[in-house]
């Protein structure tokens, strides 16, 4: 199998069978997919909860408009994105750099400072959408990962973001949840989505081609 046949036969589940759980191995290679995304300069501005407690679970459906998903899938992932830049943070991650590659610590000075002065002279709500827009990369990476092991992915924005840091103390982290992805089985027999056709843009309309 290739990507593109992994993409064609993923799409966004809307009934998980419960009963059939993901093992751990599999769940790991998908976080790994995350970590190893690319993001803006190098800072991975944000984490991954991963949560397979069914009470919590249960807890978080009335906060995402009832989507069962949230409770039938194997394994809940919530990416939480900074809620803010701030020198440690962007020190803490350079320092991580330069250890793991043996430079001098401040072989990125230059470029740290100038990160600073971008970032840290910016309101904090546009600097989190931006830290958000990175995790949006890794989430892509996670579900392109899951369809390769042939697990089922649903993405999903309609939760209540507010609640949900509250429910998972997501502030005193300095987090702010930005989308969940529950990970599971599709149910082939009561899933309404699972037989009916992928259907996109065809080529000519998404495509603009500039030579």
Known sequence: MNLIDDLKWRYAV????????????????????ARLAPTSSGLQPFRII??????????IVPLAMNQKQVADCSHLLVFA????????RIDNIYSLITTEREQAPDQYSDYTNRLKKAYLNRPGNENFDHA???????????????????VDTTPMEGFDNNALDQLLDLNKAGLKSVTLLPLGYRDELNDWLVNLKKVRHPEDEFLVRIR
């Open 14 to 33: 809307k009934k998980f069978d419960p009963a059939k759980k993901v093992k751990q191995e599999l769940v790991e290679q998908i976080i790994e997919a």
């Open 50 to 59: 991963e949560i397979t407690n069914q009470d919590l679970k249960e807890k």
């Open 81 to 88: 994105a900074w809620d803010n830049y701030t020198e440690k």
């Open 132 to 150: 958000a827009r990175q995790a949006y990369i890794a989430l892509g990476f996670a579900m392109a990962m899951a369809a390769e092991l042939r």
